[in-house]
C-alpha cells in the first residue's frame, strides 16, 4: 500500500508541468513554475515536496488541501497545506455550498483541492481508492499480521506435542508456556528443541510460511491493482524500463488521478486562456538505453524528428534536424539531409 501510494506520489512530484495556450503552444506561467515547479511556501516547502504531500493525503484520505495566498495585486504568491480534516463544506437546502476551514467560512476558490476517487453521494469530496476496496485491505491487513507472529516466533509454523502417556492439564500447560517462552521468537530461532519421555514433535503446517508469503504477494498485487499500479512493478525491478508497462501504469493510473488535478490547477492558479497538464516522459522513456532504443525506431520510420527526441531528452536542438525523415532499408533519402 505504502509503496503504490510513494510510486504515484513520487511521480506526480517529478515529473513537470507543462502549460500551454488555446493554440497548445508552451507558455510561461509565473504561477505555475513558481509554486508547484519552485517554491510553494517560502522557503520551508518546495513545490514537490507539497505536490507529493497533496497526492498522498488525497490517496490515503480522499482529500487534500492548500490555501492559495496572494500578493497585493491579487495573483498567487505561496500555497499552505492545510490538514485535510480542517476543511470541511456543508450543502445547504437551495444548493448552496458552503465551505469552512477550522469552522470559519473559506473561499473555495483560495483552496487548491486533489480529490482520490469521486466519492459516492457527494461530488464535492473525494474518497481514498482504500476506502472502495475495504475487504480487500482487511484481508491484506490479516495476512500481514499473520505474517509478522510467524517472523515474531522465529519462523516457527504451528507445531503439534505427542507424548505416549497422560499429561494432566497444569504439566501439560507448564510445558506449552515453557516451549512458548524459550522457542517461540526471532532471537530464539536456531535454539535447538529437545523432547524426552518418548515424546515427538510434529510441524502441522509445513508449508504454512510459504502460504503465507504467497497470499501476501497476491494480496500486494491486489493493492496494487486499487491504484491501477502494473503488478510488474512490484515483481520486478527492472519493469519500469519497460516501456509498454510504463504506459500501461500512465494510461491506467496517473492520467487517471491526474485528469482533475490537472483541471484544479487550471482554474485556480493558470492565467486565463491556458491549461496545464502533466509531461509523463520521465516516467515512460524509462532508462536512457531503453529510451534511446525506443526514440531510434520512431525517427527511423518518422514519427518523430530528431530534435523531438533531443527535446525529450532534454537537449537543445540541432539546427536542422526538426522535420521528420523516415529511413528505407537504412538509407535516409534526400539530398538535403542535414546529416553527413
Known sequence: MQRCVGLIAGDVARCPLVVRDTQAAVVSDPSIEGLLGGQ?????????????????????????FAAILTDNQGAPAGLRPLSSSSVSMREDADGTVTWYYQQEPVDYAQLLHFKGMAMPGNPYLGQSPLVAAATTVSAVAQLEAAWLAWAKAGGYGKLGFTHPGALNPTTRDAMRTAFMSQHLSASAAGTPIFVGEGMQVAQLAPTWGRDVAEMRASGNRAIASIFGVPAAYLDSSDARTQPEVAQFY?????????????????????????????????VTQGDFRTAGRAYAKLVE????????????????????????????????????????
Open 40 to 64: 510553494a511556501h517560502g522557503e520551508a516547502l518546495t513545490g514537490r515536496d507539497l505536490r507529493r504531500w497533496m497526492v498522498t493525503e488525497a490517496l490515503m484520505h480522499g482529500n487534500a
Open 250 to 282: 500512465v494510461s491506467g493510473c496517473l492520467e487517471v488521478f491526474a485528469s482533475s488535478w490537472e483541471a484544479e490547477i487550471t482554474a485556480k492558479l493558470c492565467a486565463p486562456g491556458t491549461r496545464v497538464a502533466f509531461d509523463w516522459s520521465p
Open 301 to 340: 520510420v518518422g514519427v518523430l524528428a530528431p530534435n523531438d527526441v533531443r527535446a525529450r531528452l532534454g537537449f537543445e536542438p540541432y539546427p536542422g534536424l526538426d522535420e521528420p525523415k523516415p529511413v528505407i532499408s537504412g538509407v535516409s533519402g534526400g539530398e538535403n539531409d542535414p546529416l553527413p
